[in-house]
Structures are given as structure tokens and as C-alpha cells.
């Protein structure tokens, strides 16, 4: 059904007119609130009773689909998590997480207190149905009712948050993981209530590194500690997973040493493409080209973003500040990549820094030269590169930490790419 339909059926239902009730609807969903949620708000806002004409049905998580609409599922608490959010202007605590049955896992949203934690075993009765990240998950409001299930549930799936770093995934709310902080700095942001504190970094375990956000900075975070984060949730950023502690998480130091990896994950660029993003990883190839937009560069002084004839795209005209940048392909016969490269690594690779590119461009009265030079040194030469690689529909791009030409053996490498491609 259309927004116009549900406008529609509910100013009829409720003697109200049809543009103010579409016009509140519509400010309902645009924060994301589920339709029939937001369809009971605006019929208390009218003088209704809030209540909907839809019967839920009883389903098993794995059947439960968006256009449901409402439905009832008896199922176990696998995680609860809590966290407030921006609504309607206000600051509101929701609890979230998973929950699960013989067949399948679902994440929910819960907008009112809940009187359950992991490992109970609930039905959950009129709970909305809405699409989040191309999944079905449950929403719980006011109209939904929670009871204790007649009998245990059984499901295969593990009651509780607890996770390796590497098993994180955009969506998982309620997670619990023991890390070391690699790196930490304090940052103001712009924020829903203005100038905010936060602290931003990454933090390792065994099995890999993912960036860090804490939006109430803790204390124990701090560069070289090893903790145990307790009710964090995990947004994407830049294409990888990114953990995020709240006010509302526990931070407690650990009384054993977490170890970060000592090197990343080395992967075929195509496989790595495939993965959709990753945080930390290694990918080997032979640099085919150097695109445009490489060499000596402006950038725009508020933003950071490079200006095109002295424009930015988000401030106008600007007087832009001079920097270096690579941007190459690297192909390893499984895929390709976009490798950036920023001013060190692009000054390591070009022989000098932006004085000496400038110089050499005021010689020659053209930028340009400077990607030339860049271009005779790296193209048709294989590099071994780390770094963070993100995947979208422009395609994939490595920000590169490292950049280091390689000095393998080519059969070595060749046995190597031959085994890959056999498993």
C-alpha cells in the first residue's frame, strides 16, 4: 500500500484531513519508524485509540517477509543492546538485537521498554514488520505484546553478543568483544546538539583491526589497552564494519594482553572486491595505469576535497591548497583496484615532496609532469600493498597505508596465484 492509500484509508477513518495526516506520516517515516508505528502515532495525534485493523499472523522467522505488514513469532532472545537516538527532535532509548528460532535469526527494535533478556524464551505478539539493510526485522511499540513462550525454543543459533572482531557485520547490535586499542585520538564534531567530543581509532584483536567510534568517551580507551566492550553496535563506514560504544556500553579493562596481527590478511584483488570492503588487508599486483587526477593536486581548505579550476563542490570557490596524491590501478589477473595513495607514500614514490613537485611543475609551466614522472616509476612494476578497501558503486578503492615493490620470486608468486585460484 501506498502512502497516499494509508493517508487515505486513515483520514477517513478519522474524520481528519488527508494532507495534514499524509503530511504527518510522512514526517514519521522519514525518521524511519515503521509504518503501522507510525499510522497508531498519527491516529492518537487525531483522537483515534492508536490501534490497527490488522491481524497478525503467526509465523517462523524465516517465512516472516516486509510486506507482512504486522506479525506474532514465538522465539529465543539471542542479544539485547540499548542506545539512543534522535526522534522527533527528542533524544529516545531503544533496546535492539536478535532474536531467533529453528529457523532463522531476525534483528529487532524495540521502542518501548521490554521486559525479557537473552535467553528467554518470548512470543511476540502484532510486532511490525519493516525492510532495514534488505532484511526483514521486527519492530516493538506500543501496540505489540511479549509474553513468556509456553514452551523453551530451540534454535541452533548461540545465545549472547560475544564476537571475534572478523565476524562483525554492519546491523549487529548488542555485541560484546575483548580488543587492544591500536590507536585513539580525541575529536570534535559537529553533533545533533552541537560541538561534540567523541573519540575515534581502531582496535585489534587476534583475528583482525576495525575502526572505533566512542560517542561518550571512556576513559579506559586509550591507545595500548586491552578491554572487553560490552553492548557496542557495528554501523558500515567507509564499506567495513565499524564498532561503536555508547553511553549506554560497558568498557572494563582486561587483566590479560589482547595481541593485534602483526600483518593482514593477504587476499586476490578480486576475491577482495567480492568481500564488499575490508578494514586491514594485503592485495599484490602489478600497477596498469595511473589514473587522472594523480601527481600535484589542490584540495579545498575546509574540506579536503580536490578542486576542480578553483571550485570545490561543497563551498564554491575557493583558493586551493597544494598536496599529492597517486591514484593507480593495480591488477592482479583476478581483478582490479583503485590504489590511493597519500602525500607521503606519494612523495616516497615520485622522489620528493610537494616543494620539489611544484618547482618542477612551474618549470615546465604544466602540473601534468608530475603524474608523468609518477606514471615511469610504478606502471608495469608489481607493488605489495596493505591497507583499507572500500567497495560501492563507483567501484573499489584501497587507501593505502603501505606501498612496497615487490621482490618475490615470479614463480613463487605464480605457484602462489595458481593454489588460490585451485581452492
Known sequence: MQLDDHAEELASDLGADKAEVKEDLQSLLDYNVPIE????????????????????TAKSLADVDPEDGSVTVTVRVLTKGMRSIRYQGEDQV?????????????AYTAWEPVDFEPGDSITVGNANVREWEGKPELNLGTNTTVAAASDPVETPYEVGGDRDLIDLEPGDRGRTVEVTVVEVESRTIDGRD???????GVVADESARLPVTDWDPHAELEEGASLRLSDVYVREYRGVPQVNVTEFSTVERLDREISAPDSAPRLGVGEAVESGGLFDVELVGNVIEVREGSGLIERCPDCGRVVQNGQCRAHGEVEGEDD???????????????????TDLTADVYGGGIEEAKAEARDAMDKEVVADAIRDRIVGREYRVRGSLSVDEYGANLDAETFVECADDPADRASELLAGVAR
Open 194 to 200: 552541537g560541538e561534540t567530543e567523541i573519540l575515534s
Open 37 to 56: 508505528e507510525a499510522k497508531g502515532s498519527v491516529r492518537r495525534k487525531h483522537g483515534g485509540d492508536g490501534g490497527s485493523s490488522a491481524t497478525p
Open 94 to 106: 531503544i533496546r535492539e538485537g536478535e532474536f531467533a528460532d529453528g529457523s532463522d535469526r531476525i
Open 324 to 342: 599529492l596524491r597517486v591514484k593507480a590501478i593495480l591488477d592482479d589477473g583476478t581483478g582490479t583496484v583503485t590504489v590511493v595513495l597519500d
